[in-house]
Structure formats: C-alpha cells, structure tokens
Nanobody, 125 residues
Framework: VQLQASGGGLVQAGASLRLSCVASGRTSVVYGMGWFRQAPGKEREFVATISWSGYGTFIGDSMKGRVTISGDNSGFTYDTTLQMNNLKPEDSAVYYC?????????????????WGRGTLVTVSS
C-alpha cells in the first residue's frame, strides 16, 4: 500500500487548511487511515483516524474541536481528508498520513502498517 499526502503549506494563524491522502495498491487490506504530526524535536503525535471496521472516526486531544476527518474506501483507491480550522503556530509540523490493517481504532504509531512521506504545515503568527 502506498500513501500520498498533499495539501500542506504556509498559512496565517486562524486560517483553515485541508490535507488529503490517497492510498493505492493493495488497499483491500486497509481497515482504517489516520493522521499524525511531528514538530521538530518532538515525538510523532496522533491527530485523527477514520476506521472502516465499524468504529467511525476518532479525534485526538491535540487538535480536538478544530479538526474533522473524513474518508472513502469504496473504490480501488482509498482516501482520507483532514480539515483543520483555526490553526495556531503550535500546529506547525510535518503531517503524516498512515493506514492500518486491523479492525481497531488505531491511535498509536505502532498500530499503523503503512506510512506516507508527510506534508509540511507552517502556521505563522
């Protein structure tokens, strides 16, 4: 499974940004996709996930109330979108899209099986 994220960029504080990720390849094994972020010098942090095994979506504490996640697994390629609102400078990070093959709600990095390269989000004050 290959993952390609897009949509990052430079925005001002208070702005919104939408990140997209497309999963291709053997997507039939994928039961969920999610987003993490990693700022310089910090650990990778869970943002949100969508599970297609009946659990729906789950938002992490890091951006709760400011993000929504959606996705589509109906075709040969799967995709997920992270809508981020009211961005703050502390949201600046590389945002990674990832996918997992278990029927769970995955919130830890070790629960994910495939990772994309990441897309940079920079929020200026």
């Amino acid at each position: 499974v290959q993952l390609q994220a897009s949509g990052g960029g430079l925005v001002q504080a208070g702005a919104s940004l939408r990140l997209s990720c497309v999963a291709s390849g053997r997507t039939s094994v994928v039961y969920g996709m999610g987003w993490f972020r990693q700022a310089p010098g910090k650990e990778r942090e869970f943002v949100a996930t969508i599970s297609w095994s009946g659990y729906g979506t789950f938002i992490g504490d890091s951006m709760k109330g400011r993000v929504t996640i959606s996705g589509d697994n109906s075709g040969f390629t799967y995709d997920t979108t992270l809508q981020m609102n009211n961005l703050k400078p502390e949201d600046s990070a590389v945002y990674y899209c990832a996918a997992y093959i278990r029927k769970i709600v995955a919130t830890r990095t070790d629960e994910y099986d495939f990772w994309g390269r990441g897309t940079l989000v920079t929020v200026s004050s």
